[in-house]
């Protein structure tokens, strides 16, 4: 079943849209969703395009949104470069360790960013963002997300945008650290099988052509589709990159010989 998109509107998203999205007219799109069914409503997936950058912000985690009578609203997230800008770049994490009051007094004089480590990215460039992480992305970038279903977001600086900030609940829950970036980044090619993320809250694999019998046994249940490369097949629909696609099986999709695909679900429990 290819799912649903809905196009969001961000001050710092693009009136052109690389194909094969396309922006309404007199309309920034800054993320492209894809409605998740209730077999996967625990995940979101989206296209994310900018023009400028976000804003400075962190997410909590499932145990501090529990704590806080939210229900579990944890959000982890990742990030798959598709295309780049020269010169595109994603702040992650501080250069030196902050403490919160610190970090508070920098978000509210704006100095926070320059704190930050700024990553220069380029196409096939992954990072794994915790709960906690006080993260950043840059203009000139498109990322496919894959996230928690959450859209808890506590903004700590917004370049004077009209927006409201959450410096006391984001200065509670985030990070003054370094970002782990041998443990949680990775470049990903075209022309190999690679496991992205296995766990706490879900996997993600990339697969060139069809997936081997390791990687099927795991991907057992409904799990989500993401053509990058050539199109697939599932269940006799046929799903093209810029979509996104349940199958209730890994078994009922077809994989393209020579493409590339994300797969991804829910871990178990």
């Given amino acids: 079943m290819i799912l649903s998109t809905r196009m969001i509107e961000k001050v710092w998203g693009r009136d052109h849209l690389p194909a094969p999205f396309s922006a309404p007219d007199g309309q920034r799109i800054g993320e492209v969703w894809f409605d998740p069914p209730a077999a996967l409503d625990r995940m979101l997936v989206k296209y994310i395009f900018t023009s400028e950058k976000l804003s400075v912000q962190c997410h909590p985690s499932d145990e501090q949104t ?4 939210l229900g579990t609203q944890g959000k982890e997230e990742c990030w798959l470069v598709v295309d780049a800008e020269p010169g595109a ?50 203009p000139g970038c498109t990322i496919i997300e894959i996230q928690q279903n959450s859209d808890i977001t506590y903004r700590l600086y917004d370049y004077g945008r009209p927006r409201e900030l959450h410096l006391k609940e984001g200065a509670k829950v985030a990070l003054g650290e370094r970002y782990d970036l041998a443990a949680n980044s990775t470049y990903v090619g075209h022309g190999s099988d690679v496991n992205l993320v296995d766990g706490p809250f879900f996997r993600l694999d990339q697969l060139a052509g069809a997936p081997d019998a390791a990687i099927s046994a795991r991907y057992r249940g409904p799990l989500f589709v993401i053509p990058r490369e050539g199109d697939v097949v599932v269940d006799g629909e046929t799903v093209s990159p810029g979509q996104c696609a349940l199958a209730m099986e890994i078994d009922a999709v077809q994989f393209a010989d020579r493409g590339t695909c994300l797969i991804t679900q829910p871990m178990s429990g």
């Fill in 89 to 138: 770049t994603l702040g992650i994490g501080f250069d030196e360790p902050l403490g919160s009051d610190a970090m508070l007094a920098a978000a509210e004089d704006g100095s926070i960013e320059g704190l930050m480590t700024w990553h220069k990215v380029k196409a096939g460039d992954f990072f794994y963002i915790p709960a906690n992480t006080v993260h950043v992305i840059g």
């Fill in 66 to 69: 529990l704590a806080m009578g």
